[in-house]
Nanobody, 116 residues
Framework: QVQVVESGGGLVQPGGSLTLSCATSGNIASVNVMDWYRQAPGKERELVAAITVGGWRNYADNVKGRFTISMDSAMKRTYLQMNSLKPEDTAVYYC??????????WGQGTQVTVSS
């Protein structure tokens, strides 16, 4: 079992920055991939960024060059550095942890609002 908790969301003006954090606990020895997803009102949940324990990263086209995903060496946390935020980045951001046995665990989400 893995517990996942996101933090760091809030209200920010367009062009501003935020860093989201995802803390994990439990059976983290078998973590394979950590992802960030987001879901805006009335829209489907979409993948924002992913990182493997080997360091491979993947980003959605609409955040490339603005967002950076990272993972700490103990594989207990992942971070999403978000720069040059736009109103369309407003959403609830979720952390997903995928284990080597293909099971996955979600956090409860953290709200990011980009507005002047």
């Amino acid at each position: 079992q893995v517990q996942v908790v996101e933090s760091g969301g809030g209200l920010v003006q367009p062009g501003g920055s935020l860093t989201l954090s995802c803390a994990t606990s439990g059976n983290i020895a078998s973590v394979n991939v950590m992802d960030w997803y987001r879901q805006a009102p009335g829209k489907e949940r979409e993948l924002v960024a992913a990182i493997t324990v080997g360091g491979w990263r993947n980003y959605a086209d609409n955040v490339k060059g603005r967002f950076t995903i990272s993972m700490d060496s103990a594989m207990k946390r992942t971070y999403l550095q978000m720069n040059s935020l736009k109103p369309e980045d407003t959403a609830v951001y979720y952390c997903n942890v995928r284990l080597r046995d293909s099971s996955s665990y979600w956090g409860q989400g953290t709200q990011v609002t980009v507005s002047s």
